[in-house]
């Protein structure tokens, strides 16, 4: 009976638990580091396929739009329609047989007096017509943005007008066709299904013609951007590259998800296309692929262990007897205590925080005072350093012209231009009040030097933005006190402001220094 106690109490124990625990931590790295090459390839094809998308829409409505351009331009050429003798529905009869074979709703005929011809329909005036105008007066191809046009005043298509020219050069009419509304829709939908962007075609003035994306239909496409989180640009400056009919790309945030978005000008037109792709729908993509490959890892795994575990176990059987047999030779004439070991672990944690204005990114008024006397206290007192009281001369127009929303864009560009000398003369900028700021500079070296600067500083303040499509410029007024060792902040504040003062009541748009 001893004998048997004693065998089963001192059998070699193995546990299987750490190379457990190290086998799912290993599966877990695994499934991170896929994920993480998940959202890298992800986000490569977000830019591949919002570029194809756009290269394939632009191609595809930058063809319609020139063929249709040389379509007219060849059917201006025909002596017919400048020939006097051949009256007006002869001229149109031709045309109105072509237009449902080339897939145009209709192509019509305009005379010298802006009169338009159809088969069947009586003669009509488009002289309201903005691009009828444009076209006569300046002699040249109008491609024009989706509007209401027929019988119902509903159906939408776009318009492409030539020029009729005779032998002297003279605008005796034009030709011209619509376009349906659907085909370009149509052309959009087949890229996005395609490609998996979505895709929005912007009219001349910025507003939204068509989208897969489902943006409403005349809401400008600058709204949109402004409710988004932009990442390395401004809506202002992509405005500017739209504008500027320059083909470009950025990062967004926009409804809770990562996007990529680039766009180019249609050629022959007034019109931009924007391909974005966003980045949960190219992940949920690649998602199953994912977790297929970190599922067979994770059986391999399993697979591995219990081979490991078996392997393990059937050489534990042989140490277990080597032990025994040990252990039977040690108890004759040894007694052995096994000690148990306790680990201690201890967690550190730091924070911190700080303040600044939300919109302008500058300090705030009460962090400038609380700031203010240290960089009094430690600048140079045989250099020259100055307070200046910076104010916005025409923020109450722009907010009664744009809306505060454009205020805020024209504070957002004062406050740019005032952090950058901030950090350049070793400085201190906070936002005073709604529109006045006060910036203290240091380390002139002589007065010559500070004026120098500061009219550098108000040219710089002296800008313009874009605000609804048009360039409005901003203006700014500078009063400025120099600091005297001993002076309180209130005083040198006091004196930037009545210098200030000086300039407000003097024409405005310029800097003054204070002088007792």
Same mark, same amino acid.
């Given at each position: 009976?001893?004998?048997?106690?004693?065998?089963?109490?001192?059998?070699?124990?193995?546990?299987?638990?750490?190379?457990?625990?190290?086998?799912?931590?290993?599966?877990?790295?695994?499934?991170?580091?896929?994920?993480?090459?998940?959202?890298?390839?992800?986000?490569?094809?977000?830019?591949?396929?919002?570029?194809?998308?756009?290269?394939?829409?632009?191609?595809?409505?930058?063809?319609?739009?020139?063929? *249709?351009?040389?379509?007219?331009?060849?059917?201006?050429?025909? !002596?017919?329609?400048?020939? !006097?003798?051949?009256?007006?529905?002869?001229?149109?009869?031709?045309?109105?047989?072509?237009? !449902?074979?080339?897939?145009?709703?209709?192509?019509?005929?305009?005379?010298?007096?802006?009169?338009?011809?159809?088969?069947?329909?009586? !003669?009509?005036?488009?002289?309201?017509? +903005?691009?009828?105008?444009?076209?006569?007066?300046?002699?040249?191809?109008?491609?024009?943005?989706?509007?209401?046009?027929?019988?119902?005043?509903?159906?939408?298509?776009?318009?492409?007008?030539?020029?009729?020219?005779?032998?002297?050069?003279?605008?005796?009419?034009?030709?011209?066709?619509?376009?349906?509304?659907?085909?370009?829709?149509?052309?959009?939908?087949?890229?996005?299904?395609?490609?998996?962007?979505?895709?929005?075609?912007?009219?001349?003035?910025?507003?939204?013609?068509?989208?897969?994306?489902?943006?409403?239909? @005349?809401?400008?496409?600058?709204?949109?951007l402004q409710s988004a989180v932009l990442i390395?640009?401004?809506?202002?400056?992509?405005?500017?590259?739209?504008?500027?009919?320059?083909?470009?790309?950025?990062w967004s945030f926009q409804k809770n998800d990562?996007?990529?978005?680039?766009?180019?000008?249609?050629?022959?037109?007034?019109?931009?296309?924007?391909?974005?792709?966003?980045?949960?729908?190219?992940?949920?993509?690649?998602?199953?692929?994912?977790?297929?490959?970190?599922?067979?890892?994770?059986?391999?795994?399993?697979?591995?262990?219990?081979?490991?575990?078996?392997?393990?176990?059937?050489?534990?059987?042989?140490?277990?007897?080597?032990?025994?047999?040990?252990?039977?030779?040690?108890?004759?004439?040894?007694?052995?205590?096994?000690? +148990?070991?306790?680990?201690?672990?201890?967690?550190?944690?730091?924070?911190?925080?700080?303040?600044?204005?939300?919109?302008?990114?500058v300090v705030t008024r009460s962090v400038f005072?609380?700031?203010?006397?240290?960089?009094?206290?430690?600048?140079?007192?045989?250099?020259?350093?100055?307070?200046?009281?910076?104010?916005?001369?025409?923020?109450?127009?722009?907010?009664?012209?744009?809306?505060?929303?454009?205020?805020? *864009?024209?504070?957002?560009?004062?406050?740019?231009?005032?952090?950058?000398?901030?950090?350049?003369?070793?400085?201190?900028?906070?936002?005073?009040?709604?529109?006045?700021?006060?910036?203290?500079?240091? @380390?002139?070296?002589?007065?010559?030097?500070?004026?120098?600067?500061?009219?550098?500083?108000?040219?710089?303040?002296?800008?313009?933005? *874009?605000?609804?499509?048009?360039?409005?410029?901003?203006?700014?007024?500078?009063?400025?006190?120099?600091?005297?060792? @001993?002076?309180?902040?209130?005083?040198?504040?006091?004196?930037?402001?009545?210098?200030?003062?000086?300039?407000?009541?003097?024409?405005?748009?310029?800097?003054?220094?204070?002088?007792?």
């Amino acid at each position: 009976m001893k004998k048997k106690e004693l065998k089963s109490s001192n059998k070699w124990q193995f546990s299987f638990v750490p190379i457990m625990k190290y086998s799912l931590f290993f599966c877990l790295i695994t499934l991170l580091i896929f994920m993480l090459g998940g959202a890298a390839l992800a986000a490569d094809r977000m830019e591949k396929n919002a570029a194809a998308s756009l290269d394939s829409s632009h191609a595809q409505i930058s063809q319609r739009i020139k063929g *249709t351009i040389n379509l007219l331009e060849s059917m201006a050429s025909l !002596p017919e329609f400048y020939d !006097p003798e051949v009256p007006e529905i002869d001229k149109v009869k031709k045309l109105d047989q072509m237009s !449902p074979y080339l897939g145009y709703m209709m192509i019509c005929y305009v005379d010298s007096d802006i009169i338009v011809y159809s088969d069947g329909s009586e !003669p009509a005036s488009l002289a309201s017509r +903005d691009y009828m105008q444009q076209l006569f007066s300046t002699g040249q191809n109008q491609v024009t943005d989706s509007f209401a046009a027929g019988a119902d005043g509903v159906t939408l298509n776009y318009t492409v007008a030539v020029p009729l020219r005779d032998q002297q050069e003279r605008i005796t009419g034009c030709l011209f066709c619509a376009i349906y509304f659907d085909e370009m829709e149509q052309i959009l939908n087949n890229t996005a299904n395609v490609n998996g962007a979505g895709i929005t075609l912007i009219g001349t003035r910025g507003q939204i013609m068509s989208s897969t994306r489902s943006l409403s239909y @005349g809401d400008l496409i600058m709204d949109e951007l402004q409710s988004a989180v932009l990442i390395g640009t401004t809506a202002n400056k992509l405005q500017e590259q739209l504008l500027a009919k320059e083909r470009g790309s950025f990062w967004s945030f926009q409804k809770n998800d990562l996007c990529y978005t680039v766009y180019c000008h249609v050629d022959a037109t007034g019109w931009d296309i924007l391909a974005s792709a966003g980045f949960r729908s190219e992940f949920a993509r690649l998602l199953p692929g994912l977790l297929l490959l970190s599922g067979l890892t994770l059986l391999l795994s399993i697979l591995a262990m219990l081979m490991i575990r078996r392997y393990l176990e059937s050489q534990m059987k042989v140490v277990d007897q080597l032990v025994h047999s040990v252990e039977e030779l040690e108890k004759k004439i040894y007694h052995d205590e096994r000690p +148990d070991n306790i680990d201690f672990n201890e967690i550190i944690r730091m924070t911190s925080s700080g303040l600044s204005d939300g919109l302008t990114g500058v300090v705030t008024r009460s962090v400038f005072l609380n700031q203010a006397p240290a960089f009094l206290k430690n600048v140079n007192p045989k250099r020259i350093n100055v307070m200046c009281f910076v104010d916005m001369d025409n923020l109450k127009n722009i907010n009664d012209t744009y809306g505060h929303a454009g205020g805020d *864009t024209a504070l957002k560009s004062i406050g740019y231009v005032l952090r950058e000398y901030e950090k350049k003369y070793d400085g201190c900028v906070g936002r005073y009040g709604g529109d006045e700021f006060v910036l203290f500079l240091s @380390g002139f070296d002589d007065e010559a030097d500070l004026c120098s600067v500061l009219d550098e500083l108000i040219l710089r303040l002296h800008i313009e933005i *874009t605000l609804d499509g048009r360039r409005v410029p901003i203006r700014c007024s500078i009063g400025v006190a120099l600091y005297k060792p @001993g002076m309180s902040l209130e005083q040198l504040i006091h004196d930037a402001d009545e210098a200030l003062y000086f300039v407000k009541q003097n024409g405005k748009g310029y800097y003054k220094i204070y002088q007792n």
